[in-house]
């Protein structure tokens, strides 16, 4: 969870580890690009409206990096025009919530989002071993 403001950010991590999530928060676009340069995430809420980098400029450095299948990134920001909602999306962002947050929505789109990158992962990680049993296959045919 990144956020420059820290209500938001307690909030939030609080109500999430409350359904049994791992949360890790950044009070900056700085401090979330050393998280992800750290360790690995399996998903990121990102403020839009930061002092600093803001919050497209770290979407855009992390879809240098990253697809949306490899790290989902909900934006979210008190901006709710629809330019602001297509430019995110346009950049690479997974999906986008308005604040104030509504916890039952972030909640649900977290979640979907959680299901969709498992399920590219074990679509992955099938392929992986079907490569490497053709591979064993064709090695034996030889």
């Known amino acids: 969870?990144?956020?420059?403001?820290?209500s938001n950010r307690e909030s939030l991590r609080r109500r999430l580890e409350r359904r049994g999530?791992?949360?890790?928060?950044?009070?900056?676009?700085?401090?979330?690009?050393?998280c992800v340069a750290a360790a690995a995430f399996d998903l990121i809420i990102l403020d839009v409206?930061?002092?600093?980098?803001?919050?497209?400029?770290?979407?855009?450095?992390?879809?240098?990096?990253?697809s949306p299948a490899q790290l989902p990134i909900i934006m979210a920001t008190a901006k709710d025009q629809s330019e602001n909602v297509v430019?995110?999306?346009?950049?690479?962002?997974?999906?986008?919530?308005t604040k104030p947050l509504d916890f039952a929505v972030v909640s649900a789109r977290v979640r979907t989002h959680?299901?969709?990158?498992?399920?590219?992962?074990?679509?992955?990680?099938?392929?992986s071993n079907l490569r490497m049993r053709n591979a064993e296959l064709q090695r034996a045919n030889i």
């Open 21 to 34: 999530y791992s949360v890790t928060v950044a009070a900056n676009g700085q401090a979330a690009l050393n």
């Open 114 to 127: 959680l299901q969709l990158k498992q399920s590219v992962d074990r679509i992955l990680a099938l392929e």
């Open 87 to 97: 430019e995110a999306l346009d950049l690479g962002a997974n999906d986008y919530v």
């Open 49 to 66: 409206m930061m002092p600093g980098i803001s919050g497209l400029d770290v979407l855009k450095q992390l879809r240098a990096v990253y």
């Open 1 to 6: 969870m990144v956020d420059d403001d820290e």
